[in-house]
Every structure is written in C-alpha cells, then in structure tokens.
C-alpha cells in the first residue's frame, strides 16, 4: 500500500483569491501546497484591463506572507467593451496568461460579462492571433433553461460555435460538472483543456439537498447527477492531458452562505491536495495525481513545471483540517468531504 506520494509542487489553474482583508486570509492557504494559480478577475469591479491586473497582481503580492512562494497568473474579465490591443499588450508583457468568459449573470460578480458574443469576435481573433488561452465559465443564463442542464446547453450553443468561428483559440472549460462536458472535451483536438474542481469529485446534488440544505455545497456550476461525478473522476484519473486540477476554491463568509439567499462557492484552498489523494488512490490512480495536479496545467499554458516537491503522506489517523479560517471579514467554512481523510500534505 503507498504511505508516501511525491508529486512535483502543484498548481492551481482557477483560484478566487478577492481582495483586501479576505485575500489575506486566503491567500497562505493556497501558497502552502502551490506554487502558481490562475487568479480570477471576478472582484467588485471586476479585473478588466491590463492596468488593473498589474494593480491587483501587486496586492497579491503584497499579502504573502514572508518566506512563502507563489506566483499569481493574472486573467482579464472579457466585457464587451474590452480592447483587443489592451489585451495583446497585457499578454506580451508577461502579465496576462488567459481572459475570462463570464457569460452575463451566470456566477458570482458576472454582472459585467458578455450578453452579446459577436461584440466580442475581436479581442478572440486577437487571442488566437497571440496564443492567448480563454477560460471560460461554461453556463448559458436563459431563464427557460434549467439549470442542471446550463453547461451542456453552452457547449452546444455557445461553446462550440464559437471555437469553430475562431480557429486556433485555445480554450479551457473551467470547472466542467457533467458528462457532456468531458465527453466533449475527449472528443476534441489539443487546443481545448478542462479544470476540474476538487469538490464536483466528491459531491453530488444529494449532497446539496438531502437531509436539508446545505449551503457550503452551494456552488456554480452546481453539482449535478451522481453519473456526472463518476465521469468526472474518470476523465481527472484517466492521464489524458487534456484534462488538470482548477480548484475553483471560493470563499464567502459564513453568513452570506447561510443565508435565505446563499453565495455560490465552495472553499477548499486549505485541504484540496489531501482531498485528491484520497479521491485518486479511491479510484487506483495515485500514479495520475503529478499529471492531474502538476503537470498537464503548465503543459497547456506553456510553462515550466515547478521545480520543488511535494509530498503526501497517508497516515494511521484521520487528519483534522480546520472547520474555519478565520478572516477580517468573517469566517469562512472549509469544505468537509464528509469521510475522514489521512493523507497530509508538506
Ligand atoms: N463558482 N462561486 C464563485 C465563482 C465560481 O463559477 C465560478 O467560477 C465565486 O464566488 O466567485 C462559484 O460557485
Ligand atoms: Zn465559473
Ligand atoms: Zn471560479
């Protein structure tokens, strides 16, 4: 039986970091297990040019902790008013490594995203002029869709219209929660990559719903079917490069979870790396785990992988996570897996 699993240092390729009092809470919990994350530019106003990037990547930087190492990969929030050149400047200074898609209204702060994709036909021409990746949020909005079915429909009538419209755009399907999805993504050519969460491999919508609501499970794209979660543990376990870790962690304070009107977001910085190992010696794949969570990410984005080490160790007792991190702004609940868990991570 393996007790001890060294990977090289993960990365995370979707991590909400917010700003202020929360980013300094936050942030040391990602830095201790990873090296790099892809920042999403989704605060209040959102991350939209190459000026407010550079200003948040420096916030960032100013809220590690000393002796910690992590590098921020800062995105921009495409909107319908954003400029091609701003773009390709951001992204040949070395700043900018994807822009985000949030279809309008479709998660947390999406309020300024794309209601018309045509308006934005030149900054993604320029993109795949440039080599610059889009991430997307995968979710149609239309009120007459349900929403299990948001992310299938996108694909269909969004997702794939437009990478046919643009040849040679790259584009990461972030957090993808079904079946469609990683079918979809198998069935393309290497310039489509999908992250998955750490959190849509061990819930389901029962987790959600049954026995009461349980809004630390709360989260967009929300969890679907059981068949959907078992899809997804065989795409992140199957070595297939196309597919890498995007945790997606999102913290919200305790109470704007608990609430009669709960943020979406799950928040698993802290105990993401013992979570998959778990997961992937679940499902006989310990040896996919470095592909998953530290190789196939720097692969697609073009980058090194990171030099240091990580290793997981499996012990005779269950590791005790904390239930909160406690932050400027509140508490903020860790997600708990609901089953023990003995790997740790140094
Ligand atoms: N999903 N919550 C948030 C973002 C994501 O779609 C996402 O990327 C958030 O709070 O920013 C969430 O449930
Ligand atoms: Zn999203
Ligand atoms: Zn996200």
Not at 37 to 52: E, R, S, Y
Not at 165 to 193: C, W
Not at 198 to 219: D, S
Not at 229 to 253: E, K, M, N, Q
């Amino acid at each position: 039986m393996t007790r001890e699993l060294t990977i090289p240092r993960p990365d995370d390729w979707h991590l909400h970091l917010r700003d202020g009092a929360m980013l300094q809470a936050v942030l040391p919990e990602t830095a201790r297990h990873f090296g790099r994350a892809i920042i999403m530019p989704n605060l209040v106003p959102p991350v939209v040019t190459g000026d407010q990037a550079a200003a948040y990547r420096d916030r960032i930087l100013a809220a590690l902790p000393d002796g910690m190492a992590f590098e921020p990969l800062m995105t921009l929030y495409l909107t319908e008013d954003t400029d091609p050149e701003d773009v390709a400047a951001a992204h040949a200074s070395g700043l900018v490594k994807a822009v985000k898609l949030y279809p309008a209204g479709a998660t947390t702060n999406s309020a300024s995203g794309v209601r018309d994709f045509d308006k934005v036909r030149p900054v993604l021409e320029k993109m795949a002029e440039i080599g610059l990746p889009l991430c997307t949020h995968g979710e149609v909005t239309d009120h007459d869709i349900d929403i299990f079915d948001r992310e299938a429909v996108f694909i269909d009538r969004v997702l794939d219209p437009i990478r046919k419209a643009t040849p040679g755009l790259r584009v990461v399907m972030e957090h993808i929660t079904t079946k469609n999805a990683a079918e979809y993504v198998a069935s393309q050519d290497k310039d489509l990559g999908a992250t998955i969460t750490t959190h849509h491999l061990i819930i389901n919508r029962n987790h959600i719903l049954v026995g009461g609501i349980k809004p630390h499970y709360y989260c967009l794209p929300v969890a679907k079917r059981e068949e959907h979660r078992l899809a997804l543990r065989a795409a992140a376990t199957s070595g297939d490069v196309r597919y890498f870790l995007g945790t997606d962690s999102a913290p919200h304070t305790d109470p704007n979870k608990e609430s009669a009107c709960g943020c979406a977001g799950c928040f698993t910085a802290t105990n993401t790396m013992s979570l998959l190992a778990h997961v992937f010696e679940e499902e006989g794949a310990l040896d996919k785990l470095a592909g998953f969570a530290s190789e196939h990410g720097p692969a697609f984005y073009g980058l090194p992988v990171n030099a240091e080490a990580m290793t997981l160790t499996k012990g005779d007792a269950p590791v005790a996570f904390p239930e909160k991190i406690e932050t400027g702004d509140g508490p903020v609940t860790v997600f708990d897996p609901g089953f023990d868990v003995y790997w740790s991570a140094e």
